[in-house]
């Protein structure tokens, strides 16, 4: 069987992404259709720096979603004389019915490059915005008193917040992910406390705005804390009875240092953009109404800080993403056969000297999905700054 020419490997990876190009192209035209009553997320298609990020994240989100419609070959599976192929390369045995070409190559394992790369999308977006989610909530959660309040909680939670932003991210990193550190309580004493923020943050929310409704008021903040609360036993000590939330040891790991390491960051915008806004008229209306100190905060000060914390959102998807490839590079990431582009990458780059694709490949991709999110937060920021 021969070998594919780069314009048929093009164009056969072309074809494979079908289900993206479609769904991208509908997101764009419903998008730019009701760009009007879409709030910011509308204006972003004003913006063609916005629009060439937005475009880039969501392809990746896309491919992430359509991982295993596109994936040609198993990512974990390895092909018996196929070690190092070149891209457009022929399987030796290929199955019935199954792909006959290797289209970026296979690794020094023989596994399949472009298999490996698509499904790496699916473990970095898996990770990365979910644990940026629960680090927002987390600042959020502890910035508004701080800022609001002030005086000696703003003290301690400022010098906590110092405390963890004077160490080296990195090494934080490197020492929360190593194997000394899964066989202790940490990870799962972290778990436990930065799990519970999200249920704080969302009854504090529901329980300030529905305050003078109890029925309402009880209904919600009651289903927040039985999912809430039902979720939170899985997520950090892996004892849901119905076995629907749990996460692997190592992946919890992974998530716990991630909210760790950003939660500081976010806390500190937080703290200082409420300083800022809790001088502003329609605060001090609020409180002259007899508004709860909560309701405030998070009903009037917050939805003011929406623009600034959605650009910071996008900025730290993008760190958190090359976090994850660094920690999967020096083999901390979920697990070592992981097909996550940080341990792809370190796959590769040891026959960097002999064949550059199976190291290539994860590289470009993780650079294209960060500078999709820079230019993203860009749009974002360009369009908020017009409010």
């Known amino acids: 069987m021969e070998s594919l020419s780069w314009l048929q490997i093009i164009g056969a990876m072309a074809g494979r992404f079908l289900p993206v190009w479609l769904a991208l192209g ?3 035209a419903l998008s730019i259709a009701f760009k009007r009553r879409l709030g910011l997320y509308g204006k972003l298609f004003d913006s063609p720096v916005g629009m060439i990020g937005f475009a880039i994240v969501m392809f990746w989100a896309f491919t992430a979603l359509f991982a295993d419609t596109i994936i040609t070959l198993d990512p974990l ?6 070690k190092n192929a070149v891209p457009g390369s022929a399987l030796k045995a290929p199955s019935e019915g199954g792909y006959t070409h290797f289209l970026l190559g296979a690794d020094h394992v023989a596994r399949d490059v472009f298999s490996r790369m698509v499904m790496g999308s699916r473990v970095v977006l898996k990770i990365a915005p979910a644990a940026t989610m629960f680090a927002f909530m987390v600042g959020i959660t502890l910035g508004l008193p701080a800022g609001y309040i002030g005086g000696k909680l703003d003290t301690g939670l400022s010098f906590l917040a110092n405390l963890v932003l004077a160490f080296p991210v990195i090494l934080l990193f490197y020492l929360l992910v190593t194997p000394e550190i899964k066989a202790t309580y940490i990870p799962t004493s972290f778990a436990a406390t930065l799990f519970l923020f999200p249920v704080i943050f969302l009854v504090l929310l529901l329980n300030s705005r529905f305050f003078t ?5 009880n209904l919600y903040v009651g289903i927040v804390l039985v999912i809430g609360l039902w979720a ?3 997520l950090a000590f892996n004892a ?3 076995g629907v939330w749990s996460m692997d040891p190592n992946l919890l790991n992974v998530f716990v240092s991630v909210v760790f390491v950003n939660s500081p960051g976010v806390f500190r915008i937080v703290r200082g953009m409420v300083m800022d ?13 007899g508004e709860g100190a909560w309701y405030i905060m998070l009903w009037e000060i917050l939805p003011n800080a929406r623009g600034p914390l959605i650009v910071d959102f996008c900025l730290r998807i993008g760190y958190t993403t090359i976090l994850l490839g660094t920690l999967g590079f020096f083999g901390l990431g979920v697990s070592p056969e992981s097909p996550d582009w940080g341990s792809t990458i370190d796959d590769g780059r040891k026959l960097l000297s002999i064949v550059a694709h199976p190291a290539l490949a994860p590289a470009l991709a993780l650079m294209s999905l960060v500078l999709g999110l820079n230019l993203l937060a860009d749009g974002l920021r360009e369009e908020s700054l017009k409010d």
């Open 240 to 242: 849901d009875p119905l």
């Open 213 to 217: 409704n109890p029925m309402k008021r």
């Open 232 to 234: 939170y036993s899985g």
């Open 77 to 82: 599976s390895q092909f018996s004389g196929s």
């Open 26 to 28: 509908a997101t764009f």
């Open 277 to 289: 806004i809790k001088t502003r008229d329609y605060v001090a209306a609020g409180q002259t109404r």
